[in-house]
């Protein structure tokens, strides 16, 4: 009875007036659960762009070294050229020389000595491909410039609807503190020890993973502290020997030629639920072990549990 008495009391409005009464115990969860299947498709695409924007950068930054070595060749051949033309000159050969050596433009000097008759088909051949490969550089540089911004937008964006969405889960997870159900998790804990039938790589896999249990899960969290769903299978693959890639979306391609039907995994394959918003590793014995949801830690789940209808598929590294 005083149990009830207390619960009822979380209920009650503070003003004593009338109010819509307050989720019970399983509303919040559910809702809970709609609102991180929600994030986890949000926070998915945001780590997304963010390794977009890490390949643009590193593009923008090869791509200008690129332009600055052969601008740099360009204007080494340009030299070589002038050069050419004062010792024509020297030699009475030249009579326009002295504008074409101030002249700045590889392409006015080109077109300059070639009308004079003085440069070799080769020497122009080759003056002519550096100054194409330049603008093409120049071209390539300019459109990972764009492609710089575009992620970085891209980035912004995304980032603004994961405030907004998290802002949300911190009230429910606010009544779930309330309610004595809210999981603070421990970064140093020791996990537990894999038992299963996995062997080769998925023991290994699933060895890493079982270590994390207990561990908070934590939005862009790869480790060691905290993880999040597809931050936890690339570090537990990597940990034998495979690589996979950053997201839930890019592990969901990677494994294309991969997938294998519901009713035939097997220990170690990877788990996708609907929207690929999340991603969970089969332990076997109808369960698997993933880094769930804010407010919660790295756990093995029963399938049933979690909603079997709620997977598109599985994908075997």
Request: charged letters at 25%.
């Amino acid at each position: 009875m005083a149990a009830g008495l207390a619960a009822a009391v979380l209920f009650l409005p503070l003003n004593g007036a009338a109010a819509d009464p307050r989720p019970t115990v399983a509303q919040a969860r559910e809702r809970l659960t709609k609102l991180n299947d929600e994030a986890d498709k949000v926070v998915d695409k945001y780590n997304l762009a963010g390794e977009r924007l890490k390949k643009a950068r590193k593009k923008h930054k090869e791509l200008s070294a690129d332009y600055e070595r052969q601008s740099a060749g360009v204007d080494t051949m340009r030299e070589r050229l002038v050069a050419v033309a004062v010792n024509r000159y020297r030699f009475g050969d030249v009579m326009g020389w002295p504008a074409l050596a101030a002249e700045n433009n590889p392409g006015s000097l080109l077109s300059g000595m070639a009308a004079l008759d003085h440069l070799s088909s080769e020497q122009a051949q080759t003056m002519s491909a550096f100054e194409e490969a330049t603008r093409s550089l120049r071209e390539r540089r300019d459109k990972a410039k764009e492609a710089l911004s575009e992620a970085d937008q891209a980035r912004s964006d995304l980032r603004k609807e994961k405030e907004k969405i998290e802002k949300l889960i911190v009230r429910q997870t606010g009544l779930l503190r309330r309610l004595g159900t809210y999981k603070r998790g421990n970064t140093r804990s020791a996990g537990q020890q894999y038992t299963g039938a996995a062997s080769g790589n998925a023991l290994a896999a699933l060895q890493f993973a079982y270590g994390q249990i207990g561990k908070p899960y934590r939005y862009g969290g790869t480790g060691p502290g905290s993880w999040d769903c597809s931050g936890l299978m690339q570090a537990s693959w990597s940990s034998a020997g495979v690589t996979l890639p950053r997201t839930t979306w890019d592990q969901w391609s990677w494994g294309s030629s991969r997938r294998v039907p519901m009713d035939q995994i097997q220990p170690g394959d990877l788990l996708f639920s609907h929207g690929l918003g999340h991603v969970g590793m089969y332990a076997g014995g109808g369960k698997m072990v993933h880094a769930p949801q804010t407010g919660d830690v790295v756990k093995i789940t029963p399938l049933d549990s979690y909603g079997r209808g709620r997977f598109v598929g599985a994908v075997r590294p």
